[in-house]
């Protein structure tokens, strides 16, 4: 049970891009992987100081001053580092501390949210790498990696940015 009333029907998008053998699957990059790795190299021998986030954007501050803006962009997942603290677009902006959210998902039911946990148990940790497959993904030391991921609102339609451990 969550300390909030918070409480928000959702859905995920469809798998872009769907393949017909396994094959294929295997042997597809994602176009942006190699953005990924080129942010990544700017991300290298950092660990993660701070974040805050809003329902559609996640930003997280590393070592050496560089911020990863996570966003949703139409249905997908975009990102970009900046030098500058980016100013998020949407209000209420929340950070460790903030309580969770409780998810209503039409298969599994409902599920916790909650970001500040899975923000807090990152501070400190040595940053690994950033990946992009079916959603963005940001490698820590010794942690399950964060998943970005392009969800819906069920009521609404409103795009929100997911994020979660991808175990």
């Known amino acids: 049970m ?18 017909t053998t396994f094959e294929e699957a295997i ?33 997280l501050r590393f070592s050496n001053g560089v911020f990863l803006h996570v966003i949703v962009e139409d249905k997908s997942e975009g990102w970009r580092l900046t030098e500058q603290e980016p100013v998020l677009h949407v209000s209420p902006v ?15 039911g409902k ?19 950033l990946w992009y497959n ?7 030391h010794g942690q399950p990696p964060l998943w970005f991921k392009s969800i819906y609102r069920a009521d609404t339609e409103e795009r929100l940015l997911y994020v979660g451990d991808l175990e």
């Not at 909030?4 to 891009?17: A, F, L, M, Q, W």
């Not at 599920?111 to 790498?129: N, V, Y």
């Open 2 to 19: 969550t300390s909030n009333n918070r409480t928000i029907p959702v859905d995920s998008e469809p798998p872009s891009p769907t393949f």
């Open 111 to 129: 599920s916790e949210w909650d970001r500040s946990r899975l923000l807090a148990s990152r501070i400190g940790r040595e940053f690994k790498r």
């Open 134 to 140: 079916v959603g963005f993904m940001v490698y820590t």
């Open 27 to 59: 042997r597809f990059v994602h176009p942006l992987v190699p953005k990924a790795k080129a942010d990544a190299a700017r991300l290298a021998h950092t660990t993660i100081e701070d974040g805050f986030w809003t329902d559609q954007e996640f930003v």
């Open 94 to 108: 929340e950070r460790i501390g903030s309580p969770p959210v409780s998810l209503i998902w039409p298969v599994i």
